[in-house]
T-cell receptor
Framework: DGGITQSPKYLFRKEGQNVTLSCEQN?????MYWYRQDPGQGLRLIYY???????QKGDIAEGYSVSREKKESFPLTVTSAQKNPTAFYLCASSRDRRGNQPQHFGDGTRLSIL | AQKITQTQPGMFVQEKEAVTLDCTYDTSDPSYGLFWYKQPSSGEMIFLIYQGSYDQQNATEGRYSLNFQKARKSANLVISASQLGDSAMYFC??????????????FGKGTTLSVSS
C-alpha cells in the first residue's frame, strides 16, 4: 500500500543535540510538508518542498532545517537552536502542487526533551 | 492574512444524532480550497472532505457533508448519524497561498467531538 512513513514514533532530545525526523513517501507526490502540532492546537507549517532540491520556509522555520535530495524523502532536523522542540511533528505530501488535492499525512513523531 | 476560525473547543452528541462543526475563514484570494480532517487520539490526520471556492454544490462524502456559505465565509462540517468512532479532534483547513507555484494548509485550532451511547 502507498503511504507516508514517519520514524521514529517517539524521540527524545538532549540539550544541545540535533535530531533528525524521517519522512518517506511512496505515493510519487511532488509536494511534501512538515507541520508542528502543540497540545490542543492546530498544525503550523515548518517547511515545505514542491520539487526535489527545492524547499521553502513556513511560518515557524527558525531552529529547523530540511533537505529534499530525493522525491521520496523529506527529513526534518530539529537543531539545538530550537529552544522549545517538544511537540508532535507531522509530515504530509500531496500530488497537486497547487493544493487542490488533499494532503496525505504520516502517523507523526512525538519529540520530547530529556 | 488568511485565517481559519473554529469557535467550538468541544462538542458533545449522542450516537445516531447529527452534529455540525463550525468553521469560518478569511481570505482575499478568489480561488481557495477548504478541507476537513479528523484526528483520533492516536494522532494520524484523516482527510474527510474538500470544497473548492468555485464548486457550485456543497461537497458530500458518505456521512459527511459540507455546508458551504461563501458570502458568509463559512464551511461547516455536518456529520449525520454519529457513531462512537467519530469521537476525535476535527480540523478545518484552507489552502494557503505561499507562492505562485505551491501551497500548504492553514489550520484552525480544532474542535473535539465526543460521541456518547
Amino acid at each position: 500500500d502507498g503511504g507516508i512513513t514517519q520514524s521514529p514514533k517517539y524521540l527524545f532530545r538532549k540539550e544541545g543535540q540535533n535530531v533528525t525526523l524521517s519522512c518517506e513517501q511512496n505515493l510519487n507526490h511532488d509536494a511534501m510538508y512538515w507541520y508542528r502540532q502543540d497540545p490542543g492546537q492546530g498544525l503550523r507549517l515548518i517547511y515545505y518542498s514542491q520539487i526535489v532540491n527545492d524547499f521553502q520556509k513556513g511560518d515557524i522555520a527558525e531552529g529547523y532545517s530540511v533537505s529534499r535530495e530525493k522525491k521520496e524523502s523529506f527529513p526534518l532536523t530539529v537543531t539545538s537552536a530550537q529552544k522549545n522542540p517538544t511537540a508532535f511533528y507531522l509530515c504530509a505530501s500531496s500530488r497537486d502542487r497547487r493544493g487542490n488535492q488533499p494532503q496525505h499525512f504520516g502517523d507523526g513523531t512525538r519529540l520530547s526533551i530529556l | 492574512a488568511q485565517k481559519i476560525t473554529q469557535t467550538q473547543p468541544g462538542m458533545f452528541v449522542q450516537e445516531k444524532e447529527a452534529v455540525t462543526l463550525d468553521c469560518t475563514y478569511d481570505t482575499s484570494d478568489p480561488s481557495y480550497g477548504l478541507f476537513w480532517y479528523k484526528q483520533p487520539s492516536s494522532g494520524e490526520m484523516i482527510f474527510l472532505i474538500y470544497q473548492g471556492s468555485y464548486d457550485q454544490q456543497n461537497a458530500t462524502e458518505g456521512r459527511y457533508s459540507l455546508n458551504f456559505q461563501k458570502a458568509r465565509k463559512s464551511a461547516n462540517l455536518v456529520i449525520s448519524a454519529s457513531q462512537l468512532g467519530d469521537s476525535a479532534m476535527y480540523f478545518c483547513a484552507m489552502r494557503g497561498t505561499l507562492n505562485q507555484a505551491g501551497t500548504a494548509l492553514i489550520f484552525g485550532k480544532g474542535t473535539t467531538l465526543s460521541v456518547s451511547s
